[in-house]
């Protein structure tokens, strides 16, 4: 099918994303705490800040420029581009050949880089202190990604998530595959990384240095930009799932494919939300020079994948 005739689907995918994003954020906050044996924040606490912020009024740093002001709009926008981009409901991407792994992956360093760079922008020392924290991390997981997926575009021919999704679910990349496995490892440990958990991140962790850029951040575009991070835990889950678990997507759009598509989805995510939530309970936070170790171990995994596929094996 046409990539414009599944535009709407694309649409409905960054409606659902920005409707539930702060729902299963609140639903591992909440889990978390069960697992402490403490109350904690209920389910919906998250979208209660999110329009208590919206109604306040905004503060911006006198010696900010645009970078700062823009940064929440721009973090949003890409984000939503991102759900539109992964095929989430369909084995197809909604936006055709513009569903690529290429882009995707430069569409989740725009955010990041803006993230940063609004922290520096904002004059702030300790913003400044988290927006390095955030570029430390990228350095750490992207290479393991970009590689990752590079032995999938090489398993799959191509680099269209669409392709690779259905070549996944129709069984021609074989799970028995070893570096499937590895890749898949590997691509899990950089998904539990970037949805900002123990012992890597505290996403909810505002006194902290990860959420140092949002410092100076107030009213609506802290909401935003809260928002958006929220959301960027879900496309990152989201692209995980299309290119390694694409079994419940629609291979034919109906109204109740795409109905049985959307409750496999929210499942799928709540899952590893929960998996998460019982990896946290077990660790404490890391101290950032000792991420690298975890982290090059789960580049070892990736590159090794890579072996495999370059023996065949």
């Known amino acids: 099918m046409p990539g414009n005739e599944l535009l709407p689907i694309g649409l409905v995918q960054a409606l659902l994303v920005l409707l539930v994003a702060p729902l299963f954020t609140?639903?591992?906050?909440?889990?978390?705490?069960?697992?402490?044996?403490?109350?904690?924040?209920?389910?919906?606490?998250?979208?209660?800040?999110?329009f208590k912020l919206i109604k306040r009024q905004e503060v911006v740093p006198t010696q900010a420029s645009w970078v700062f002001r823009f940064t929440p709009y721009m973090v949003m926008a890409t984000t939503l581009l991102i759900a539109m981009v992964i095929p989430i409901l369909t084995?197809?991407?909604?936006?055709?050949?513009?569903?690529?792994?290429?882009?995707?992956?430069?569409?989740?360093?725009v955010v990041r880089f803006f993230f940063a760079l609004?922290?520096?922008?904002?004059?702030?020392?300790?913003?400044?202190?988290?927006?390095?924290?955030?570029?430390?991390?990228?350095?750490?997981v992207e290479p393991t990604i970009i590689l990752v997926l590079f032995v999938v575009a090489l398993l799959a021919g191509t680099t269209e998530l669409g392709t690779i999704s259905q070549k996944v679910a129709a069984g021609e990349i074989s799970y028995f595959s070893p570096a499937v496995w590895l890749a898949m490892a590997s691509f899990a440990v950089a998904t539990f990384i970037e949805t900002g958990k123990?012992?890597?991140?505290?996403?909810?962790?505002?006194?902290?240095?990860?959420?140092?850029p949002l410092t100076e951040y107030s009213g609506r575009s802290l909401a935003l930009l809260k928002w958006g991070l929220y959301m960027k835990q879900v496309v990152v889950i989201a692209l995980f799932l299309a290119v390694f678990f694409p079994f419940g997507s629609a291979a034919v759009v109906s109204t109740s494919s795409l109905l049985v598509s959307t409750a496999v989805f929210l499942l799928k995510v709540a899952g590893f939300y929960v998996?998460?939530?019982?990896?946290e309970n077990s660790m404490a936070r890391f101290l950032l020079f000792k991420a690298p170790a975890v982290t090059w171990v789960a580049f070892g995994i990736a590159l090794l994948s890579f072996v495999f596929y370059l023996a065949n094996v």
């Open 198 to 212: 123990l012992p890597f991140d505290l996403a909810e962790a505002e006194q902290e240095i990860q959420e140092g």
């Open 91 to 109: 084995l197809q991407s909604p936006l055709g050949m513009a569903g690529d792994l290429i882009a995707v992956v430069y569409l989740f360093t």
């Open 26 to 50: 609140g639903f591992s906050r909440t889990l978390r705490a069960k697992l402490h044996s403490r109350k904690g924040p209920g389910i919906f606490q998250n979208y209660r800040d999110i």
């Open 118 to 140: 609004a922290g520096l922008d904002s004059g702030s020392g300790f913003a400044g202190i988290g927006a390095s924290r955030e570029m430390a991390l990228a350095v750490l």
């Open 275 to 279: 998996i998460a939530a019982l990896l």
